[in-house]
Structures are given as structure tokens and as C-alpha cells.
């Protein structure tokens, strides 16, 4: 019998191996590091905001303590700043009285929440036709890609808008007007990859060895292409926020009162210069809440995928 | 006698070329035609030629990856050509085939002892999870590595023990017919002569059958029991390895022996034998494919297709003059026949 | 028209390679690439490097070409008719792979600008560095003039005005661009037929993908000897071509040999290629030059263990094989080395020394050099 092979003597091998250089390139890439923090972070909060704030504070007024800003570390090069009895409002009030930070702990979940059911819709949406368009080929995959071809043709926005006014303004209403415009990208997306990872040697052995097009498609093909589509998902994680908080810009928002960052950088346009922090704050979350998002997705590639690294 | 395990009838196989607005079919690549073949049980058939000859084609043909055009392929005597789906699964696990590349051949996300035992798990031969484990350890040493490195992933090893785990996967499932596609084109020639010994060893051991895939001409001498010239989706030779190789008869066969470098100062060439390119499986001359590039061609060649025939016993030629090159020959080169 | 070959009796070697080292810097650790390789390329022969995967041949050849990666330190001495190149800074470099070295690879395809005429390729280095090649393309021309008015061709007069031209051009130092391309032209078509390529004017003017995998090394080759180098290192360059292909341009290679002035360094894997074009050999190994000798010599009576495994391991398409003998083991990694000889582990005649001390290069018998314990050191 031959010989039996000597492989080359390392510490590691194996799933540990890969955990440990994975974690060793994610160590290395600060822009990764941060946007990760930043991106949990943000979810995190989401989570526990409920417990930090009392859930029920956005739906009352209190008018006497309207656009206050009582900080006493900053304060604002704008004359007549009301400044508000009592406690210390950190990032101050809004024209209803409510503090803001409490507001914007508030609207975390509620942002987090849309943009995590858009985006995972979205890419659902996108497994299921973009890999039956790939496998199925032909004339099928001709009219998928024309279907997806007429929604890009049609403006993002302009769509949600159109969507909106026909539905009407609920907070599902809008999750479906921001879908609508966006699952087409992961269908080509997940089109793409999976036609030219169905042409690879090994997809061709696992046919061989029996396997049927189900079995290869969803244990072998879109566990080696999912890494585009998870950096495509954190992305759009960000730009799905700043897609929905422009439609409330635009007068969509379901209720003004409502704890979402746009709805609370559209209440705050009209005091801009009377109370700038009503847009600042807020402005600066979905800012930090983005980049971090974003920072996140370019660094995930890197780090996750195998093959990228030998 | 046909005792053959496998066996083609007259298979075709076409590509249609598409071309213009509406995708229409332009043209054919006659990527295979009319191929007869037959494996006997045990033996290693060799299959040979250069590139776009049709052997790779015709390997995947027979295994059932793409349909044939026309003809009929049998296995154990059952005909599989038109079985589609499910029905072929019962196929697959008698058929199994081992690729040129053998890292592109494993799924880089899966363990070596995942890619072991899925087949098993395809096929039900196991039923437990520790029964499928042992399996793939027992597997795994039989082409000679070991067990530790079941928890590893391909990317870990080297080309050499990476094919060896494709032919342990192809084990996996305990099929009567192999197809070697060019295994040991991607390897070092040290390495290649430790992964033939381990095929010859198995043949031995689990009475397998293979259709080996080459266009190293001093592999297949060593490999094969018979082979089979292809030139341009043709047979155009085929006999006992020994008799082709010492007396081949076709003036392809001739060249492309003559083409082979052999690695001996004492056995040099001079000047090559066949001028000009291998041609397209697009564009096929008239009469006999080899025709251009044949220093024997006459007009009969141009008008018609030379079948394929028995020039002596057991040995099938397709040509009009099936020439004795080595009787009728000086040491290099034949002397031209009259026209 | 081409140089006819000086008298070529000269003992001096072309290229000289001592102690070459070179380790790559990479995340996962120094990869001793070249253990200190020795070696020497002597005039108008084809010298074949032999090896398999990571023992360094194309390491070597793009070392002697200076194209290593920015993340290589090399260390030793490359000598190209007595100079240094490895003291050379990255234009002085530019300038020898300009004139005096030139290389072809395995795979034309991607090697050759899909989208520029061929002839454009071949003429490109000639057109803009006239400074470099004008007076090699002058007086080829003016060679050539001689020529057709002894053979008394028609149109003497325009031809003593091109004469006339060229000289003008050569004294003044100047050669416009008009001129330059045209000479150059001449000089690629004289090649392309050199190698063999029918029709010359027609292929002169085709893209890449017009051409067959056969053409377009025969086009690279023209590429590479239009430029007269000293050195021409051609790295697998029959390997991704079909058996009736290759034994084309082995054939090519064999009648180049006496035509132009190069010396051929042959990288490649198949010892029958060797085989068939060569006129001496080194085996390298993990690093090393493990063997070095004159074809036949090397075959008649491989010295190193691992050539011999080598040898064993490799069937033949003449004679039946009984068993073929594979060397046990496999490649070491680069990393981390075996110490000592580096194919100690898996040579069938190792003791105890050999993986203590690196065996030097030493002349076994005129002309056959060996590093291994076995024969001394």
C-alpha cells in the first residue's frame, strides 16, 4: 500500500484554524474594528433601549418644557436659548418637550428594527428568485432579469413615493414602499454568484456523486457566496435608514410624533437656527449609525472569506 | 463478447452555437460522433488525444453529466441514456469520476471527512452519524493519509493528497466504474507516480474499472490495459495498448507517438511530424478529419469518410490505408504511399 | 538581416549565477525561496532547469530578470557578461530587460495584450526606445541593402536614397518615428518568419485571439529574440500546449539555436523536453541546484538521490514500465526547511550528516556537478 503522507506540522488546524485567522485579520483592520463596534453597539442599544428609557414617553407633551437646551457643559452661539427648570436635558428638548436623547434611544430600535426586515427581506427575496433564475436558465431567467431591469429603470425614490401614496402612511406601509425599489439588486446579485459558482469543478463532482440541484444549491453554492451578499447586507443596513428617514423627510412620516430619526431631523428643520440640536443629534446618529455599517461591511469580506485568503 | 460493463452505441454529441438578437442556433461544436465504445469489467480503458478531440466530452457523455445528442450508452447492460433525475441516482453510485483539478474538484468550505461522507449520506449507506465517521477514516487511510487529517480543509494540503482525497470520495459510495479525467495532469511527476500506484493498487484491491483520460501518452502506456485515439470527435484507433503502441496504424496514432517527448538524450527527435494546429470541432474538413494535416491524404480522403474498422484482429482503424507504419517504415519516418 | 553567429569558441560564460538567496517576506512567514543556487549559462546553449513544484526555477528566472515582487530580498551575485545586475538600481534594470534579457512564459494568452495587433506588440520596445535599438536596426538595414545590390535588384536608386537616410540617421544620432517603424517592421517580419509563422505580413497585423495556442508562442518567442538578447529564459513554454504543438516548437527551438545569438535558459518540469532540445541540465530541488551536467552525462549516470528518484518516477511512451518508484514524502514547506540538506527526509540514502550540514557544490566528474554527502564535502 502506499505510503501514508506526512502534512506539514502546524498548531491549528481545521474550523479552529480558521476562527483564529479570521480573528487575527479582524485584530489587524482597524476601520473593521470600529465599524463593528459602532454596528453593535448601535444594536445593542436597540435592544436594551426600552429598558434605559420608558417606551411610553414619545407619545406626550410637555409643552412647557419646549426647545429647552440646559446643558451646562455646551451650549449653543444662538441667542435665546429658553433654558428649562430642572433636571439637565443633555442634548436638550424638542418642540413637544421631550428630552432628545431619550427620543433618539428611542428610535434606535424603531430604525433598526424596519432596516433589518428590509434588507433581510430583501435578500430572501433575492435567494429564492435569484438562484431559481440561475439553476433554471433559459427563458425563465430572461423574464426574471427583464422584471428586474423595469425596477431599476424607475427611480428609488420616486417609487416609494408613488407606494406610499397609494397605501397610505404606516409604518408597514413604508417598510413595503423602501422593499419595493431595493430587492432587485439581491436577485442579480445572487444571480450572478450563483452562475458562476454552478459552473465550478466541484459543483460538477457533487453532481456526480449524486447530489440532488436542492442539496448543492443550498449546502454547497450559497454557503460559498454568501460573503458578497452579507458585505451587500451590511450596506444597505445604513442606506436602507437613509432611504426611509428621506421619505419621512418628504411628509410621509405616520405620525410626527413618532421616535424615528428622520421623523425627528424633519421635525427639527424648521427650528434650524432657533434650535439647531433638534437636527444635529439626531443628524449625527443616522451619520454614525451608517458609517459604522458601512465601515462593518467593506471589513467582512476580508475577514470571512476562505478563499480569498490563500 | 460483450461482457462490458459499460458500453456506447454511435453516440453524438452536439452544442449548438447561438448567435444574432434572438439567440437563434447558428452553428454546431461536433464536440463527439459516432462513438462506440466498451469497458470490460477490470480493465483500465484508455481514452487519448489532444485538445478538442472529444475525450473529456464523451467521458461526461457516458457519466451521465450532460445528455447524449444521439446514441445510447449502457451500464451493466441497462440503458441509461435517457434516465433523467431521480432515477439516476442508483447510476451515480456505480459510476463515479475523479477531475483534473484537485482542489477546484472540493468544495473549499467542507472538511475532508464532510466531503467523505456526504456521499454516503446521498446514497444511505450508512446510518449512523459514528458508521459514516468510521467510514471515512477507514476510507481516508486506504488512499494513504490519515485520520487526523479528516477534520482538515482542502486548502491545508497539497495537490498530491488532495487528489487522494477525491479518489477516496469517489470510493465513498463503492462504485464498479471510475473516470479518471486527467488525474495526475495537475501533479508533480513524483507525486503522479505515487497516486498511480495507489490507482492501480485499488483497482486490484476493489476490482474497479476505469476509464482513464490522458493526453500523456507515456501515462497511458503505463495505466492502460486498451486504448482509444481521438481525433476530432472520432475514434480513430483503437486496440490493446502494446499493439498501438508498437504498431499503431492510424497516421494520427503515428504522429502522435512520434510527438512524445521521451525523457532519453539517446532517443531524440530532430523535426516534428505534424505541422499546423489542432483545428476546431467547428469547422470539420470534408472526407477524413485528418485529411489537412495528413501526409498521406489522398482524394479518396477528401471525398469520403473512412469508417472505422478492423485492420487486423482486435485492432480498429479509421482509415482508407490503415498503414503498417513499422514494417513498412525506415526508423523515423514512413515512406509516402503513391497517391 | 540577422547577425551571422561569431566565431563562438569564447570560453567565457554569458551568465553567471552565485549564491543566489532569495526569501520572500509574506504573512505567513519568510519563505526561503533560493538556497543559495549556483550556476552558469555558456554561449549558443540551451541550458534546462529541471524541477518540480517550489524548487525555485522560476524564482530563479525572475530573479536573473529582475522582476521579483517588492515583498523579495535577494542576496548573491547575478552576472550577465561580467556585471552585476543585482547591484543594479530599478531603471538600470529596466534597461538590461530592455536589450539583454528577455523572457517567455507558459501561457501567451495572457501574456500578449488582447487588444493590440500582434506586429504592434512585437515592435512596441523597438519603436519607443530607439535611443536603445537604432543602431542594431540600422545596421541590420544597411546589411541588408548590401545584400539586395549585389543581387542586382531594380530601384538601385531608391534604395542608395534609403541608404543615404539611414546614415544621415545613424551620424546625427536622430532616427525619426516614421523611420523607426519602419525598420521595425522589417525586423519583425524577418522573425516571425524566422519562427516559422506563415504568411508573416498577415499575422503582423491579427490580434491574439486570431491565433492558435502554437502561433502565438511561436509570436512570443519573435517578441523576445527581436530585441537580440544575450539571454532568452523561457518558463514552461511548451507545457499548456497540446504533445503535436510542442514537439513543433522543440523542434524550433533546436533550429533557433544555431541562428541567433542567445543562450536559451529552458524551465520546465518534463524531463523528456530536457530531453529533446537541451544541452545541459541542472535539477534543482527545494531551493538548490541540486545536480548539474551535460545532457547525456545526467541521464547515463544521475549522481544525486533525487534525480534518480526522479528518473524512476517517470514512465516512458517507448517501453513498458514494471513499477514506477516514487520518492516518499512530499515538497517541504519553504517556511520552515528541513535543516541540513533539504531533501534529507525523503532520500533513500541519507545519514547522519546530511541533516547537519548543507552539502557544497563540487565537481564530481568534469563537467558534473552534485551537491550531496555522498560524493564528498
Redesign the interface.
Known sequence: MTETEEVPVKALTGRRAELKHAYTLYKQNPVVVAGSIIAVGSIVLALLSNVIVNPNIWQVEQLGQRLCWNNPTFSWPVTNVFDCPGATYPLGTDSWGRNVLQMIILALPLDMEISLTIVVSATLIGVALGSFAAYVGGKVDEAILRVTDIFFALPALVLAIVVMTILGRTIMNLTIAVLIPWWPIYVRLIRSQVLSEKERPYVEALRSTGASPVRILFLHILPNTIYPVIVQMTLDIGNVILTFSALMFLGFSPNPLLPELGNLVTEGISYVFTAPWLIVFPGLTILIVVLGFNLLGDGVRDVLDPRLRR | MTDYIVETKAVYKWFPIKGGILSRTVGYVKAVEDASLGVRKGETLGLVGESGCGKTTLARVIMRLIDATEGQIYLDGEDITRIRGRKLKPIRRKMQIVFQDPYASLDPRQTVSSALTEPMRIHHIVRTRSEAHNEAKRLIRVVGLNPDHLSRFPHEFSGGQRQRIAIARALAVEPEVVVLDEPTSSLDVSVQAQVLELLKDLQKEFDLTYLFISHNLSVIRYMCHRIIVMYLGKIVEEADTLKVYDNPMHPYTFALLSSAPIPDPERRKGAALLEGDVPSPINIPSGCRFRERCQFATNLCSQTEPELEAAELQHLVRCHYKIDFVSKATEERPRKLPA | MLEAPGISEIAAPVLEVKDLRVVFHTYAGEVKALDGVNLTLNRHEIFGIVG??GCGKSVTALAIAGLLPENASVSGQILLDGRNLSELGKEEMRQVRLKDVAQVFQDPMTYLNPVLQVGFQITEALVTETNVYEKQMIGERLRELDQLEKQGTNGLQALEQERGKLQNALRSGRVSKGQARELARDVALEYLKLVRLPEAERIFKMYPFEL????RQRAMIAMALVKRPKVLLADEITTAL???????I??LL?ELKDKIDASIVLIT????????VCDRVAVMYAGNVVEVAE??EL?SNPLHPYTQ???A??????R??V?????????P?LI?PPSGCRFHPRCPKAFAACSQRKPPLIEATKGHYVECLLYGG
Not at chain 3, 242 to 248: F, I, S
Not at chain 3, 269 to 275: A, P, R, T
Not at chain 3, 313 to 318: C, K, N
Open positions: 518540480e513544484s492558435s495556442g502554437g502561433m497540446d504533445v503535436t504543438v510542442q514537439a513543433q522543440l523542434a533546436q518540469h518534463d524531463l523528456g523536453v530536457v530531453s529533446e545532457l547525456r541521464f528518484g526522479l528518473m518516477a517517470v514512465p516512458r511512451p517507448d513498458s514500465t513499477k514506477l518508484q516514487s520518492i516518499k514524502g512530499s515538497v514547506d520552515y
